[in-house]
Structures are given as C-alpha cells and as structure tokens.
C-alpha cells in the first residue's frame, strides 16, 4: 500500500517561493509516475508537474513551467515541488500523488491512484 504525505504549504506573497514536500513510502518514486496536482477554489483539480519512475523525465504544465520544478530524491523516497515566482492564481490546495506508469498515456496524462491528503497554498 501506498502512502503519500505532503508537507510545506502556507502563505507567500506574489513572487516570492515556497518547496511542497511529498514523503512517499519505500520504493514508490522508482516504481510508477509521481506528480503534484492542485484544485484552487472553484477551479477543478489540475496537474501541474509529473515525473516518470526513476525520475528522469519531469513534464509541466504551461502555467507553471519556468517557474516551478519537480526535484526527487530518491534515497530518501521524497518528491517536492520547488515554487518561485508565485502569482495569486497558483493559490490551491496541492496533491502529491502516485500511480502506474502507462506506455500510452505516459505519467503527464496518465492515472494516479493513491493520493496524499493536501496541503494549503495561498498567495497574495
């Protein structure tokens, strides 16, 4: 089974960082894909950043890329998600989240499964 816990929210201003920490259980990051999604209020959930197993190939969506990136570290099972120059549009709730890894829709379209319980980011 499974276990994602994410860490690191909280509030910035526009411009500033902040670093989403995701602590999956052994083995989860070298097995299938692993991304961040978020869901902002009255938006529906998005992806933002995956990365296939082992890590290799990091994948963005529009509105973040440039700004944010998806860094592993493999030894110790643990995903983040590195924010710089935050806009108010990137207030949500984010998800770290873990599935199987598809030939077809590889991990930026694919299917998550297991899913950590959010944390809060707010920007202003």
């Known amino acids: 089974h499974v276990q994602l816990v994410e860490s690191g929210g909280g509030a910035a201003q526009a411009g500033g960082s902040l670093r989403l920490s995701c602590a999956a259980s052994?083995?989860?990051?070298?097995?299938?894909?692993m991304a961040w999604f978020r869901q902002g209020p009255g938006k529906e959930r998005e992806v933002v950043a995956t990365?296939?197993?082992?890590?290799?190939?990091?994948e963005y969506a529009d509105n973040v890329k440039g700004r944010f990136t998806i860094p592993v570290d493999m030894d110790t099972n643990t995903m983040y998600l590195r924010m710089n120059s935050l806009k108010p549009e990137d207030t949500a709730m984010y998800y770290c989240?873990?599935?199987?890894?598809?030939?077809?829709?590889?991990?930026?379209?694919?299917?998550?499964?297991?899913w950590g319980q959010g944390t809060q980011v707010t920007v202003s």
């Open positions: 989240a873990s599935g199987e890894f598809s030939v077809s829709a590889g991990c930026f379209r694919g299917t998550y499964t297991y």
């Open positions: 052994s083995s989860t990051l070298s097995r299938g894909c």
């Open positions: 990365v296939d197993p082992g890590a290799r190939f990091p």
